[in-house]
């Protein structure tokens, strides 16, 4: 996180470089597959305090299309592929997963977006809190102003 004061570019909130993509390790059988652990504070920043998932998601559609004030989330395609776009307001940057090995972090006051999804993918969520409704920005222009505050 950065804090600096550049024109109207105020930068004291998380910004798409502070989300990345993380190897898990994967622990390989050659007779009897793999297996990928996500442990708590070892492999992500944050407890984990609730798991959802997506799937049965029509080819075409887009999820996501908001952002979140305090939720850090942990996000792996479990099973196909599909695309996040993250936009911290300023720079947008995109992630193909496609490895269930691989999970991308998102930290809080990112607006992002999911699309892109193959059939029969799955999109596992890890998340640092539970569902609060009030922790959501679900408008882009309002997102843009907390962007600025
Ligand atoms: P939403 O977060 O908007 O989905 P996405 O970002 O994937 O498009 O959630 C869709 C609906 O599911 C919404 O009505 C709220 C509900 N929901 C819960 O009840 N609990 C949860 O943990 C989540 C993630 C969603």
Redesign the pocket.
């Known amino acids: 996180m950065m804090n600096l004061l550049l024109g109207d570019h105020k930068m004291d909130k998380f910004n798409v470089y502070d989300c990345s993509l993380i190897e898990l390790n994967k622990h390989h059988s050659k007779r009897k597959g793999s297996i990928s652990v996500v442990e708590n504070d070892e492999t992500i920043p944050f407890d984990v305090k609730?798991i959802?998932y997506?799937y049965d998601v029509p080819g075409g559609v887009e999820?996501?299309?908001?952002a979140h004030k305090a939720l850090y989330q942990f996000i792996v395609a479990l099973s196909g592929s599909f695309t996040v776009v993250l936009d911290d307001g300023y720079v947008k940057r995109s992630f193909l997963l496609n490895r269930p090995y691989v999970g991308l972090l998102v930290k809080p006051g990112i607006w992002r977006v999911?699309n892109d999804f193959s059939s029969g993918s799955v999109c596992l969520?890890l998340?640092s809190e539970k569902?609060d409704?009030a922790d959501?920005i679900r408008s882009y222009s309002e997102f843009i102003q907390y962007r600025k505050q």
């Open positions: 609730r959802y997506l999820r996501g299309g908001h999911l969520v998340a569902y409704e959501y």
